[in-house]
């Protein structure tokens, strides 16, 4: 069975607004540790909305100075912009409007109990293999990243990259598929060879012929909309919603997270594992846990009891710290 997985990369407009979300809550939890946040971003053009919700002792008064901090760490820096012109965003008319609210009560009385600030299932993945995830998304993340790195060297490669790789009934890389902004036209094809150390039947370079016009520019970025890259692709089934936008007792990174954590642990001499986890919101105790493991077709599954609070887990998996635009650009898993 032929097996394909899709990598984006930090400039593409949709995870440009999942980093611009994780670099503000990295510097609301700098003010508050304990604040609650929600924001969603959408990037359309130069300009930039923020809606949703944040409870804390912090100040949003730095709101534009992050957003054009974030996306100078994307790489859409003002020496970008001098290069790339009309063909890309460009900080120095970047608009920021302001659409945040404050967290519902009703929501907030919950949490600060240590009960979880939402409801929602959510799912963890390992299998055999580099990076104990599925080789296609491996190596489609593989590629994406070497490309993103090259890019960020580069005058004339922009970028918003995508990248996804087909694997044969017997796991050879049947397509590679890699499109990359281009100000003048460079053959890409030794680099794809040498960064997956294969030689691909079919290698595709931007399908269109031509990419030039890129980021929000080309496409509207929203936060949220890049889960099957975030995830585990076509392997496994996505669970909760983005896990860029929210602090950690939402629980859509966190528990996700947590059952990828827990998938490695079980997976020991097994083909895969999955973990099946979810909450309730206000609620402590988690209303179900379940690993299912495969080894040579066999499928054996049972369900298993986690006693630790929603803090606890979150102190364990140091999200109470700002991690979250480091997670954001190096991916969950």
């Known amino acids: 069975m032929q097996k394909t997985a899709e990598a984006v990369s930090l400039g593409h407009p949709d995870k440009t607004s999942d980093y611009i979300s994780s670099y503000i809550l990295?510097?609301?939890?700098e003010q508050d540790k304990t604040v609650k946040y929600a924001?969603?971003?959408?990037?359309?053009?130069?300009?930039?909305?923020?809606?949703?919700?944040?409870?804390?002792?912090?100040?949003?008064?730095?709101?534009?100075?992050?957003?054009l901090k974030a996306l100078e760490k994307v790489g859409y820096s003002e020496n970008y912009a001098k290069i790339w012109g009309k063909y890309a965003i460009e900080p120095s008319k970047i608009k920021v409007i302001n659409l945040?609210?404050?967290?519902?009560?009703?929501?907030?009385?919950?949490?600060?109990?240590?009960g979880w600030g939402?409801?929602?299932?959510?799912?963890?993945?390992?299998c055999q293999g580099e990076g104990q995830i599925n080789h296609e998304l491996y190596l489609a993340r593989k590629l994406n990243r070497a490309l993103y790195q090259k890019a960020l060297q580069s005058d004339h490669l922009g970028l918003d990259i995508k990248t996804q790789i087909t694997l044969d009934d017997d796991g050879k890389i049947e397509t590679a598929i890699a499109a990359v902004p281009m100000l003048k036209q460079e053959d890409l094809t030794r680099f794809v060879i040498d960064t997956l150390g294969e030689t691909p039947k079919n290698i595709i370079i931007n399908g269109t012929g031509a990419?030039?016009?890129?980021?929000?520019i080309a496409d509207c970025g929203i936060t949220g909309r890049k889960l099957a890259c975030d995830f585990y692709s076509t392997a496994c089934p996505i669970g909760g919603g983005s896990p860029w936008t929210k602090d950690a007792s939402k629980a859509d990174l966190t528990l996700n997270l947590y059952a990828r954590k827990l998938a490695k642990q079980y997976l020991a001499d097994n083909d895969e594992c999955f973990v099946y986890l979810s909450s309730c919101i206000g609620k402590a105790e988690l209303p179900s846990a379940a690993v299912k493991t495969i080894k040579n077709g066999l499928v054996s599954m049972k369900n298993i009891k986690i006693n630790l609070k929603p803090s606890e887990i979150i102190a364990e998996l140091g999200l109470n710290k700002p991690v979250f635009a480091n997670l954001c650009k190096?991916?969950?898993?």
Do not use: C, P, W
């Not at 990419?211 to 929000?216: A, E, G, K, V």
């Open 330 to 333: 190096n991916g969950l898993v």
């Open 39 to 67: 924001v969603e971003v959408m990037l359309k053009d130069n300009t930039v909305i923020l809606g949703g919700e944040i409870k804390g002792n912090v100040s949003l008064d730095k709101l534009n100075d992050y957003v």
């Open 100 to 114: 945040i609210g404050q967290q519902s009560a009703e929501i907030n009385q919950g949490v600060e109990q240590d």
């Open 211 to 216: 990419y030039t016009y890129h980021s929000s």
């Open 26 to 29: 990295d510097r609301m939890i």
């Open 118 to 126: 939402d409801q929602g299932v959510f799912v963890g993945y390992a």
